[in-house]
């Protein structure tokens, strides 16, 4: 698969998503293109690692680091867990998936989009995105997740916070009533 480089002029990082690397397309979807970006490696400059395509900042990408140091070897380029590398980043999953068209610089994709394209049967069309009904980052089952096709706003529904907090949390709000019905 050849590789372009990114739109926004005077960078000459790899294109990744929609044309643009990734620090240029999280600006460009947030309306800023060509705002300036401050870089911690240098484009290109990849894990040492045969095989290992992960960006890096030293010799090591942060995997390589973290086993040399653990185990005094950086060991193989492959992720030893099955199925590729899991993260947890800002309370998101996010999957090692480096052919994924919505992958991020590092390889890595949103699990709840995985979810969403998985039911949807098809890849999420720009302007739509995946939101957590109950608002638990991580909670990527199916019937947590629905389809937007605009921005979210910050927060989560009333109603769905409130049925939330009665399923899981049933005798805080009984008792919380309680004491509201109270002189």
Request: proline share 8%.
């Amino acid at each position: 698969m050849p590789q372009s480089t990114c739109l926004a002029s005077d960078c000459d990082w790899p294109a990744t998503t929609k044309g643009r690397c990734h620090a240029h397309y999280e600006l460009w979807s947030r309306g800023r293109p060509e705002a300036p970006i401050k870089r911690r490696t240098q484009p290109g400059r990849l894990c040492e690692v045969e095989g290992c395509m992960k960006p890096s900042r030293g010799r090591l990408c942060s995997m390589h680091t973290a086993r040399k140091a653990r185990l005094g070897v950086p060991g193989e380029a492959r992720s030893k867990r099955p199925g590729g590398s899991r993260v947890i980043n800002n309370g998101y999953v996010r999957l090692h998936r480096p052919d994924h068209p919505s992958a991020y610089s590092d390889g890595y994709v949103q699990e709840h989009t995985l979810v969403m394209e998985g039911m949807l049967g098809r890849l999420l069309r720009p302007g739509e995105n995946v939101h957590h009904k109950n608002g638990i980052r991580d909670d990527n089952r199916p019937e947590n997740l629905e389809l937007w096709s605009v921005g979210q706003p910050s927060g989560q529904r009333v109603k769905d916070l409130a049925e939330w907090m009665v399923r899981f949390h049933r005798d805080i709000v009984i008792a919380e009533l309680h004491r509201s019905e109270e002189p």
